[in-house]
């Protein structure tokens, strides 16, 4: 089956689509994967300051919600068509649409609720397929955090694997997948990624691309060790996994307080203490794990002056790797773990990992939108796969490997 996964994470900057085509293997035991590519679309500039301007702590209104949840909406579907053409040849059986998080309700380490915009009715009418989206809320109805469910698709990939592996995205914000020797596997956010960098860039370049080119202002600045010290004792950190975070938390008033006296500090500066902090919380919560391989994806990974820092934080036992060394591009991982919950929403197959998310137990996820065609749902397999296993598409000769 030919299924695009869309996302847009916490930096809200674009949209992506990955298309991928999903079978079962081995008995069902055993899911494969062959990545069709990627393509990514910026959202219009009057819809991200309109985006950006409705986020909390900025107060909004209903009819605000509305317009977004149908312009995001409208932004997923203009972009799913292109996949499916440009991808799929048209072909694509179904769409996975993460949609747009603009509030995870978290209170007292719990989550109470999430929210999503991006109304799936637009995608499945300009592509014609039906379209699965709105995937958090049923983990946090059973007690979960919503979040990261990246971490089943994680786990698929990771198991088999020596030692004690880890998983690693650093988007707007950093989470991770730990598989330790010893007990069961965890997933949580670590924190921010980078949200804070892409505030305090924005703020201190404004006219700029809105984030640390390169890493190029951290690289050429000096981590301002009492500015650390104040972010490191942020309560966040002390909680115990699973927890999960988001723009809630970590936002520009949250960087002003943290800046509060400390008088004119240089920019670099300040981008060089965020992005050592970033690295920090990265190690501090893998530290305990004893991991000794983290495979990382997401945009931070483009940052190589982020990347450095991770690398000099985490034990020297640790080895760090980009996530296209288990097949998944860094860039679209989030794109094809989507694709791949989509698909199991609809073979009625859960899409969480209770251990991961605290969930009371699995779930299948997400609200099924039909397309312009009859609906016609496949059987569900005797059982959920045990493994993501990634393979390359066939060569024109047809002799593809893995």
């Known amino acids: 089956m030919k299924v695009v996964g869309l996302m847009s994470g916490t930096s809200h900057d674009a949209i992506d689509a990955a298309a991928a085509e999903l079978t079962f293997a081995d008995g069902g035991e055993t899911l494969r ?16 300051a309109a985006l950006t301007a409705a986020l909390p702590p900025a107060p909004t209104t209903l009819a605000d919600v509305c317009v977004l949840d149908t312009r ?18 048209g072909a694509a059986e179904l769409i996975a649409s993460h949609g747009q998080t603009v509030y995870h309700w978290v209170s007292g380490g719990a989550v ?10 637009w995608i499945a009418e300009a592509t014609g397929c039906p379209v699965v989206a709105d995937f958090r809320p049923a983990d946090v109805a059973a007690g979960g955090q919503g979040a990261p469910l990246v971490s089943l698709i994680d786990l698929m990939l ?31 956010d670590t924190g921010p990624g980078n949200a804070l960098l892409d505030a305090a860039v924005r703020r201190l370049r404004p006219g700029g691309p809105g984030y640390d080119e390169g890493g190029a202002l951290a690289a050429a600045g000096r981590v301002h060790e009492p500015l650390l010290r104040r972010l490191l004792a942020e309560p966040y950190y002390a909680l115990p996994a699973p927890r999960t975070t988001g723009k809630e938390l970590f936002h520009s008033g949250y960087l ?65 790797l980009d996530s296209a060394a288990l097949g998944m ?74």
């Not at 020797?181 to 965890?186: I, N, S």
């Not at 920019?267 to 902090?277: F, I």
């Open 33 to 48: 994967l062959v990545p069709l590519g990627m393509i990514s679309a910026p959202y219009e500039d009057e819809l991200r």
């Open 72 to 89: 995001i909406g409208q932004a997923f579907a203009e972009l799913a068509v292109r996949a499916d053409r440009e991808l799929c040849s």
């Open 112 to 121: 109470h609720g999430t929210l999503q915009l991006g109304r799936p009715a």
């Open 158 to 188: 990771l198991r088999g694997r020596p030692g004690a592996p880890a998983a690693l995205n650093i988007g707007g914000i950093a989470n991770v997948t730990a598989v330790p020797a010893a007990g069961p596997p965890l997933a949580f």
């Open 256 to 320: 002003d307080t943290a800046l509060a006296g400390f008088g004119d500090l240089a920019p670099q500066d300040v981008v060089a203490t965020l992005t050592r902090l970033t690295a920090r919380t990265v190690a501090d919560a893998l530290g305990p794990l004893g991991v000794t391989e983290v495979f990382a994806s997401g945009g931070g990974t483009r940052n190589p002056t982020l990347m450095s820092a991770v690398r000099e934080e985490l034990p020297s036992r640790t080895a760090l």
């Open 329 to 402: 591009p860094a860039g679209a991982k989030e794109a094809y773990a989507f694709a791949v919950l989509g698909f199991l929403t609809l073979h009625g197959l859960p899409g969480n990992a209770p251990a991961c998310t605290g969930a009371r137990g699995p779930r299948v996820l997400g609200s099924l939108t039909p397309g312009r065609r009859p609906l016609d749902l496949p059987a569900r397999p005797s059982r959920a796969p045990l493994s993501l296993v990634v393979t390359r598409a066939p060569d024109p000769a047809g002799q593809g490997e893995p």
